[in-house]
């Protein structure tokens, strides 16, 4: 159950990401501020990791999703515009590898399940009901980094 609803979470944050080709979808661009960060583990900068601003309070339909590169570092991005909704988020980190643990990188035309991906980050940053990380962001957008632990 707990794999279903990280996949369900994760194609609903890739649905974010590339809109759905209606005007209508997502929030409006110019509603958006620029939100950033880094995310690191045990102190090394995580590459491949979707970071997912999941809303909380009055705006719970609009979220917001970066991805991690080599340097650990994301930019969000809301309804294929760059920025974040201002408000209150719970956050969650997934970093989805393959059974010799290669990063893996699922697309709408190539979902996790087809890929053989399984959630590498522990459960009290990947998993919605466990995750205690948040972040407000502000009108003027913001720099959130989240220093994780492996244990």
């Known amino acids: 159950m707990k794999v279903l609803y990280q996949l369900v979470l994760l194609t609903l944050g ?13 929030p409006r661009a110019e ?20 970071v997912i601003f999941s809303p909380q309070g009055a705006n719970m339909a609009d979220g917001a999703v970066g991805t991690t590169d080599a340097q650990g570092n994301y930019e ?43 959630e590498s980050m522990p459960g009290k940053y990947s998993d919605h009901t466990k995750s205690t990380l948040k972040c407000t ?9 989240f220093k994780l632990t492996s244990k």
């Open 14 to 26: 890739l649905g974010t990401m590339v809109g759905c080709g209606s005007a209508s979808a997502g």
């Open 31 to 50: 509603s958006l501020v620029p939100v950033k960060g880094c995310v690191t583990l045990d102190n090394k900068p995580l590459e491949g990791a979707v």
């Open 76 to 118: 969000a991005t809301a309804g294929g515009a760059t920025g974040a909704p201002v408000g209150p988020y719970k956050i969650m980190i997934s970093r989805l590898v393959d059974p010799a643990g290669k990063t893996v990188i699922a697309t709408l035309d190539n979902p996790p399940a087809n890929l053989g991906a399984i």
């Open 137 to 145: 962001v502000a009108p003027g957008g913001g720099t959130f980094d």
